[in-house]
């Protein structure tokens, strides 16, 4: 069959660049994908939306009705009494000394047992990356009575440094799970080229793959700091009194047997949560990265 010129001008040319256009399934496809966006945007603000006019609020306010979602008088007198009138600014250096000494610790240890499981090729390797997370799978309070025992016989009940070792049992496993895979990330080639021109294995893990493996080993640390900041189980078994006292375990000191001051409550949840979540959105893109470069080798 012969195609004239004709019929070759006649045929509608598609431009470089321009896109094929969409059809009706498309449109429909996109609209619900938008709109489920939305539906868990709302859902995950909403709660901290509740949270931050409720810190405003005066006690009469709050149990209203017909219920108002801001404040018509409002006042800080409920952040007041939870920077000025309660243990909550020393309990936030707790949470703050104890997610520290947490994510150096665990980063430290991490690297370490992370790049040999990326690295070394010994026998036993898999189901010792294996072993490392059937921990997370046991709930936390059949874990707590034997740390509970080992922390005491080390006499560091009611201090941060036992706090941390505590963290350190759930944490560790999986930051040296994902680290491993970031260093899967990172190709070999460039630590044995470091390595031709006279480095050390030590001195080119230093100055070649962590530099290339800073932001997932960044996000890590982030997720490290985030669970201990959050822990509250056994914070509060282990910690008595304010020298240790994390900020979650503070904010159950504005309820008692009878009553709850939920404008303080809500306040203290405000101060807990707002700057670590300002934190996160400034690091966020690291997060993201780090958690996309560990994924593209398992």
């Known amino acids: 069959m012969t195609v004239t ?55 009469a306010e709050i149990f209203a009705i017909p219920p108002k979602f801001l404040a018509s008088n409002p006042t800080i007198a409920n952040y007041v009494t939870v920077l000025a009138g309660s243990e909550m600014p020393r309990a936030l250096l707790n949470s703050v000394s104890v997610g520290v000494l947490t994510t150096i610790v665990t980063l430290i240890l991490g690297c370490s047992t992370g790049y040999a499981l990326s690295r070394f090729r010994f026998r036993g390797a898999r189901p010792l990356a294996i072993t490392l997370l059937l921990g997370q799978l046991l709930p936390a309070t059949v874990l707590l009575l034997p740390i509970y025992k080992l922390i005491a016989g080390l006499g560091l009940l009611d201090t941060i440094p036992g706090l941390s070792i505590a963290m350190l049992v759930f944490v560790l496993p999986v930051v040296t799970w994902m680290l491993s895979s970031t260093f899967n990330s990172v190709p070999i080639e460039l630590e044995e080229a470091a390595m031709i021109d006279g480095s050390t294995r030590f001195m080119a893990v230093i100055r070649v793959v962590l530099p290339v493996a800073a932001p997932g080993i960044a996000s890590v640390g982030i997720f490290a700091f985030l669970q201990s900041w959050n822990e509250f189980l056994f914070a509060s078994v282990m910690t008595t009194s304010i020298a240790s006292k994390t900020a979650p375990i503070a904010l159950t000191d504005f309820a008692n047997e009878f009553t709850v001051d939920w404008g303080a409550t809500m306040a203290g949840a405000s101060v807990i949560s707002v700057p670590i979540t300002i934190v996160f ?15 593209v080798k398992g």
């Open 5 to 59: 010129a004709a019929e070759i001008t006649a045929r509608p040319r598609r431009l470089p660049g321009r896109k094929k256009a969409r059809g009706p399934q498309s449109f429909i496809g996109t609209t619900l994908s938008y709109a489920f966006l939305a539906v868990l945007t709302f859902t995950a603000i909403l709660p901290l939306a509740v949270m931050l006019a409720t810190s405003f609020k005066p006690a």
């Open 281 to 295: 959105l400034f690091v966020q893109r690291f997060f993201v990265r780090g958690m996309a470069a560990g994924a």
